[in-house]
């Protein structure tokens, strides 16, 4: 057996085990849902050993928290910086784990040089369609074959189901969904392509997602499905949340949960989804586990997560994946939103990087469905 078969077959063999290692996420999972995280630059580059281990041990999926993002990727006109999304391509391909694409089309974020020129007059729709297009076929070009879905367009719907008054909306018009569409599948026919967004149990909001997803088919446009952030609260309601999978079943829609997490803290002024907007200035009484958290707390965040994956089993026939919103509570965004400098609990691995309670649940779970 010559050196390349028998690294081949050393490959093979590892991605094998991975899998089969039922006492992990990826191997539990698998054949049901791939489970996933987003991953940072640190961990996409320089993770430490233990880090390194748990990312390609426990998910069989990555995507970019950041770096595949248009603020990142294009930071000028003409200029381009893909060193970190690439890196992260390569280093899904050698752990065998699918890469997902987050995201295209977003208001929040932009690059700061998007939807007005440097004397600072608006882009006309023209324009727009042109540098949205441009920046679809580059990106989604690039990674041709080696992103298994991409998040379209992102958070473009309000919760009352009204269109987001997002300057791509503003300036091109309602068809912005159709050619950005249209221009991802151009760049990759074989891709996945999603419609993202939070908050996706208000009624309202599912069915808006739903009815511009016939839309968008009905005009020849590849939509694979609906991505449910899942920044879920101990207030989401599950009841509606699970109704919104169904109905995405029901549409013919794939269901991806892209962006899960579950924050123990309290919300300053009710519930904001993930609306990155908003924004509070720090308040001590508001950051009840700065030193640790409670048994009890953690006792409830393990039964909130039994609950949603109880949801997932029920309906793995329709979600093809989960994906953790970070991989430690360490790395999780919020620590830092709504609210800045607390310390949140919201992920599946604390900050030593050990599996939470809930996590031999979810296994456990797994072998049993
Ligand atoms: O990389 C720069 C660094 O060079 C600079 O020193 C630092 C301070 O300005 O900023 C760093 O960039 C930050 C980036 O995260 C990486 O840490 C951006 O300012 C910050 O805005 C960005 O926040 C991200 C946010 O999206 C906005 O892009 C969060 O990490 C990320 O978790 C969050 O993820 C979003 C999803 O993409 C869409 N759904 C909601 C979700 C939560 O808001």
Redesign the pocket.
């Given at each position: 057996m010559n050196k390349l078969t028998s690294a081949l077959c050393c490959v093979t063999l590892s991605t094998l085990s991975l899998s089969a290692q039922t006492n992990t996420l990826r191997g539990a999972f698998a054949g049901k849902f791939s489970i996933g995280a987003?991953v940072?630059?640190t961990q996409v580059h320089s993770p430490s050993p233990a880090m390194e281990k748990l990312i390609r041990t426990q998910f069989d999926c990555l995507v970019a928290?950041?770096c595949m993002?248009g603020?990142?990727i294009s930071p000028a006109e003409g200029q381009w910086n893909f060193r970190d999304a690439d890196r992260l391509v390569e280093l899904c391909q050698k752990n065998k784990q699918d890469c997902y694409g987050?995201?295209l089309v977003?208001h929040?974020?932009p690059p700061t040089w998007f939807f007005h020129h440097s004397d600072g007059t608006r882009w006309t729709r023209d324009e727009a369609i042109h540098y949205m297009r441009n920046h679809i076929q580059n990106v989604v070009g690039r990674y041709k074959g080696r992103i298994k879905a991409w998040?379209v367009v992102?958070?473009a719907l309000n919760d009352n189901g009204t269109l987001r008054l997002t300057p791509w909306l503003e300036i091109i018009g309602e068809d912005y969904f159709e050619i950005a569409f249209k221009a991802a599948h151009a760049a990759d026919p074989e891709a996945q392509l999603f419609y993202?967004?939070?908050s996706m149990h208000l009624p309202a909001k599912r069915d808006a997602a739903i009815q511009l997803v016939k839309r968008l088919r009905a005009k020849g446009c590849r939509v694979d499905g609906v991505g449910m952030?899942s920044?879920v609260s101990f207030d989401t309601d599950l009841v509606e949340y699970e109704k919104t999978i169904q109905a995405l079943a029901d549409a013919g829609c794939k269901v991806m949960i892209?962006?899960l997490d579950l924050s123990v803290l309290p919300w300053p002024e009710g519930n904001q989804g993930?609306?990155?907007d908003a924004n509070f200035a720090y308040q001590e009484s508001l950051n009840p586990f700065k030193n640790g958290i409670s048994k009890d707390m953690q006792r409830k965040q393990d039964a909130f997560y039994e609950r949603l994956f109880d949801i997932y089993l029920r309906h793995a026939d329709a979600i093809t994946r989960v994906n953790f919103?970070?991989v430690s509570d360490a790395d999780?965004?919020?620590n830092d939103?709504p609210m800045p400098g607390r310390t949140d609990y919201p992920l599946a691995f604390d900050r030593k990087l050990q599996p939470k309670p809930f996590v031999k649940a979810l296994i456990k779970k797994a072998k049993m469905n």
């Open positions: 987003a940072n630059v928290e950041n993002k603020e990142v987050h995201c977003w929040s974020q998040d992102n958070e993202n967004d939070f952030q920044h892209t962006e993930a609306n990155i919103w970070g999780s965004w919020k939103w």
